[in-house]
């Protein structure tokens, strides 16, 4: 159990807002995410945030002399003791910064590795959230910090005494790296044995992914009746969750409830999360839950495409968009919405909250199910058994005869079960 003694830490909010960079956000909803991030770490009290202008990064410093001044004398006396840079911060960078202004530093990979080490419950979540603050903490063995007294759970970047000194170093986070692997394998053979189990199940896999906060928890607990932790945070799922449901419009169904999708999520865990996310890759459909009252819902659901592009999923898979929250806006705004969203294809306004606009939703995943699935005639060899069997555990036969060269058969399959069934 991870334990949250008081007293909490005092921390500010920096977003640099770097005109020359080319993937540059809007400055105002970035400080926002910013401090929502911060929000969603425990033990922190957010004491302030801003956004600082830079022409151009300093390569030793990140902010010119005068800033830094500037923020020695606020940090000063508003008693910070953590600063959190949203975007990243190179090791020297660091270094000099907590020198100037005399308190601990977070970048935005730290503070989400925090996050995600906070939230983290299954055995598999564990060990990749320690892989990935390993793999950081690795490039970053340039400072040390001893006279933070560690007040909470997590990694220790937000305070601890003793990080990992350099000549204790990098041998020792290697082999405890490997030992990890090792360690993470077994759990991934044992997903794999899972999946493999629940693929004689003939219940096709719906996935919900979408930008962290968007609502696909309240989606999840509405349809299936679980009570996946949901709240207003960001990262508020880690793990994934699977529950087997029969929708309202007929079929069952595998409901899968991912993490979250962010904006520059750090490539340590795009890497380690990988395995997490291959639940979206076997998907007979996947639905892309969106915050349509965000004002940043644009550039998350670009983030998100973007993510999916990155994990390789299958374009011929069936996507979904839902536009979630209507019971944030006014009726006016609400219909507006409803009407943008009729004019799509694939698109559904909803709420999860109150279930508005899901009965539509779910149709059209029972439509996406059928209509990838195909009927076809086939003759089996009687020596075939084993596919025979597993055509039969699948659910996917509708009629058999026994002729002469083997069983004629007659199936109903998705492109999925045809491929898994050759590769038998």
């Not at 909010?13 to 969603?40: G, Q």
């Not at 909470?152 to 692997?181: K, S």
Request: no cysteine; net charge negative.
């Amino acid at each position: 159990m991870k334990e949250h003694a008081a007293p909490v830490t005092r921390a500010w909010v920096l977003h640099p807002d770097i005109k020359t960079d080319p993937d540059r956000r809007p400055a105002d909803s970035a400080l926002e995410e910013a401090l929502s991030l911060a929000v969603a770490l425990p033990g922190l009290e957010i004491v302030g945030g801003e956004i600082v202008p830079l022409s151009r990064p300093q390569p030793g410093t990140l902010f010119g002399s005068g800033k830094i001044n500037t923020l020695h004398d606020q940090f000063d006396a508003d008693e910070i003791q953590l600063v959190l840079v949203d975007g990243p911060v190179t090791p020297v960078q660091q270094r000099n910064l907590e020198k100037a202004w005399g308190v601990k530093l977070l970048d935005r990979t730290g503070l989400i590795l925090e996050i995600f080490s906070d939230r983290a419950a299954t055995r598999e979540g564990v060990l990749q959230v320690e892989m990935a603050a390993l793999s950081y903490q690795r490039t970053r063995l340039v400072r040390a910090w001893t006279h933070l007294e560690r007040q909470r759970g997590g990694l220790g970047f937000v305070g601890g005494p003793g990080e990992t000194q350099i000549e204790a170093d990098r041998r020792a986070i290697d082999e405890q790296l490997v030992r990890l692997r090792r360690q993470l394998e077994k759990v991934v053979k044992t997903r794999a044995l899972h999946r493999q189990a629940r693929a004689k199940v003939p219940f096709p896999i719906v996935a919900l992914v979408g930008y962290t906060n968007a609502g696909k928890s309240t989606l999840f607990n509405r349809l299936t009746g679980a009570e996946v932790m949901a709240k207003d945070m960001l990262f508020a799922t880690l793990d994934p969750t699977m529950r087997a449901v029969r929708l309202e419009t007929g079929p069952e169904v595998i409901l899968s409830d991912t993490v979250g999708f962010i904006s520059d999520l750090p490539t340590e865990l795009v890497a380690s999360f990988r395995a997490t996310l291959e639940e979206v890759l076997a998907a007979d459909v996947i639905v892309h839950v969106r915050d349509i009252s965000h004002d940043d819902t644009e550039d998350q659901a670009k983030d998100v495409t973007a993510i999916l592009g990155s994990l390789g999923v299958d374009e011929a898979i069936p996507q979904i968009e839902l536009w979630n929250k209507l019971d944030n806006f006014d009726p006016e705004e609400a219909d507006a919405v409803r009407l943008r969203a009729s004019r799509e294809e694939g698109i559904y306004a909803v709420s999860a909250l109150t279930g508005e606009g899901l009965t539509a939703f779910l149709e059209a995943v029972t439509a996406a199910l059928g209509a990838e699935r195909q009927r076809e005639e086939f003759v089996l060899p009687y020596s075939d058994g084993r596919k025979r069997a597993w055509l039969f555990d699948k659910g996917l036969v509708e009629t058999e005869v026994m002729g002469e060269a083997g069983y004629e058969l007659q199936v109903l399959w998705s492109k999925k079960d045809r491929a898994t069934f050759d590769s038998l």
